[in-house]
């Protein structure tokens, strides 16, 4: 989870954006603790498919739209279904001194 903020805030650093959300998929995405906690330090809401394997889902529809299942990108795009919003909760106070204790185990690493 502070792996995905350091990235977050390099990809917000680098491009300037405003992100506002988060779209997650695999196996830890199933795990309702571990998102509400990214959602947290994020500080943005986390967005969890329906589907939880969107890379392969994201293949066979491409692959279908290559065959002509499909009409065009958007339709394919369709096919994400949101399964929930994790939204953030953790008081700010508290998710200083979590990222603070991160940092710290980071810089004796």
Do not use: Y
């Not at 989870?1 to 917000?12: N, T």
């Not at 329906?50 to 994201?58: F, I, Q, R």
């Not at 958007?74 to 399964?83: F, H, I």
């Amino acid at each position: 989870a502070f792996q995905i903020c350091d990235l977050f805030d390099a990809m917000r650093s680098d491009s300037g954006a405003s992100l506002k959300a988060l779209r997650v998929d695999g196996g830890a995405a199933a795990n309702d603790l571990l998102m509400q906690f990214q959602a947290d330090i994020l500080g943005v809401d986390i967005h969890r498919p329906a589907v939880l394997d969107t890379t392969a889902l994201g293949t066979a529809c491409l692959a279908a739209l290559g065959v002509g299942l499909f009409s065009d990108i958007q339709e394919v795009a369709k096919a994400w279904r949101l399964d929930k919003v994790f939204k953030p909760d953790m008081p700010a106070d508290r998710v200083s001194e979590q990222l603070a204790r991160w940092r710290q185990a980071v810089a004796k690493a």
